[in-house]
Nanobody
């Protein structure tokens, strides 16, 4: 059974930064595409960023230029560096593993973490 454990969420002022981490118990982590999603209260879950097994990245338009997804295959970890945070970035952020990465989108796999809360205050 795949386990994904997120960390790094918290309360931050607008304009600040946070770095989320997701450690995956995948035997072949380096062969898996990974994604970060978020869900704000009353809204649908949305893809924030994804990274292919080869390191190609994709971002939602709302976070381009502010967020960076990366991976460390030696640590089975994917990161989401979030800079210049805005009030509208407030959400529960969840890690996803094993999805299908294409040139235009990332389709989530069936493995999800428990999520970590990010709250941006004014």
């Amino acid at each position: 059974q795949v386990q994904l454990v997120e960390s790094g969420g918290g309360l931050v002022q607008a304009g600040g930064s946070l770095r989320l981490s997701c450690v995956a118990s995948l035997s072949r982590f380096n062969r898996n595409a990974m994604g970060w999603y978020r869900q704000a209260p009353g809204k649908q879950r949305e893809l924030v960023a994804a990274i292919s097994s080869g390191g190609t990245t994709k971002y939602a338009d709302s976070v381009k230029g502010r967020f960076t997804i990366s991976r460390d295959n030696a640590k089975n970890t994917v990161y989401l560096q979030m800079n210049s945070l805005k009030l509208e970035d407030t959400a529960v952020y969840s890690c996803n593993a094993g999805g299908y990465y294409t040139g235009s989108t990332y389709i989530a796999g069936g493995n999800w973490g428990q999520g970590t809360q990010v709250t941006v205050s004014s």
